[in-house]
């Protein structure tokens, strides 16, 4: 099957983080490939740059001008009159994307999917510590030397980067809303975009859901969302919602964290993890993002926060 470009097509991709209203454009064998990022349609994307270059396109196709769900699409749209593009090569595009990682993507279902990591009660709380690998994508919990969580994460885009450094933990809020990045809300019509930068007259601003928030620097956390195999996120660290519970109960005020472009639990504990493969599902129900506590955004884990070891 291919796909031509003289009548306007939208190509729905699910991803999930916010993002500005942004054209980029990526060159392709002399053929140019425009993403916007347009928040009349969008909830949950960021850098539609780095979705491109990575050729990753996971979607479902709609002619012409139909507006979208707004929870979890934006539109790619391809400007040059009888763009010829063969699906086969963007599965094989999204194929080299996903044999760097140790899971592949299956397009279904609502996220978040059944991802789980096991997490130990500590015997003494005081002797937590957090370390966090940007190389490798994952954060360690540990007890002195003993892992009591190993667990993915998603990471800041260049531009945006996750610190590095040593850290504290300075406050703990299970039921945090983004204040930059969320929807516009009027009766029963939800838009994405901005803090600040209503679409109309009579919305009023819901942040989208970041759950189980542990801040450890002005303006930086980690919490629960999408763990993308690419760094995907404005400089927080995000966390699989059935696992950032476990971090959540993991840590206090004070627990010791270091960030750095490496460590050497890469090479051992951290060498072979799953990773969620359930990044690009499709968002749950509006409702549930924009009503309620945002920690019942997502379902809660079936299994005990802290196992005894």
Not at 1 to 12: D, F
Not at 65 to 74: E, G, H, L, M, P
Not at 81 to 95: M, W
Not at 106 to 119: E, K, L, Q
Request: with cysteine; aromatic share 10%.
């Amino acid at each position: 099957m291919l796909l031509q470009s003289k009548e306007r097509y939208q190509i729905h991709l699910s991803v999930r983080s916010l993002c500005k209203n942004e054209t980029h454009n990526k060159e392709n064998d002399g053929r140019t490939l425009e993403v916007r990022c347009d928040a009349r349609y969008s909830s949950t994307a960021q850098h539609a740059s780095e979705i491109a270059s990575l050729s990753l396109f996971p979607f479902r196709l709609a002619k012409n001008a139909i507006r979208v769900q707004y929870s979890d699409k934006f539109l790619v749209c391809m400007t040059r009159s009888r763009l010829l593009t063969p699906l086969v090569a963007i599965t094989a595009g999204f194929a080299l994307l996903t044999s760097c990682t140790t899971t592949t993507n299956p397009i279904t279902g609502t996220f978040p999917g059944n991802y789980n990591a096991v997490a130990y009660k500590p015997q003494n709380s005081g002797d937590v510590k957090v370390k966090v690998s940007l190389q490798n994508r994952m954060i360690y919990v540990m007890e002195g030397d003993h892992p009591l969580l190993v667990t993915p994460c998603t990471i800041g885009v260049p531009g945006k980067g996750t610190p590095t450094g040593g850290y504290r933990v300075t406050q703990k809020i299970k039921d945090k809303r983004s204040a930059s990045y969320g929807f516009w809300v009027k009766g029963n019509e939800v838009i994405a975009g901005e803090a600040g930068r209503a679409p109309g007259s009579g919305f009023h601003y819901v942040g989208y859901p970041m759950p189980y928030w542990v801040e450890f620097k002005p303006e930086y956390g980690f919490h629960a969302g999408a763990v993308w195999p690419v760094a995907h996120s404005h400089g927080c660290v995000r966390i699989h919602p059935n696992v950032a519970p476990k971090f959540f109960a993991l840590v206090h005020d004070g627990t010791p964290i270091t960030i750095a472009s490496s460590l050497p639990e890469d090479q051992t504990i951290g060498a072979k993890v799953d990773r969620p493969n359930d990044y690009a599902w499709k968002d749950p129900a509006g409702s549930a993002l924009i009503s309620g506590p945002s920690s019942g955004s997502f379902p809660p884990p079936k299994e005990p926060l802290l196992v005894t070891q």
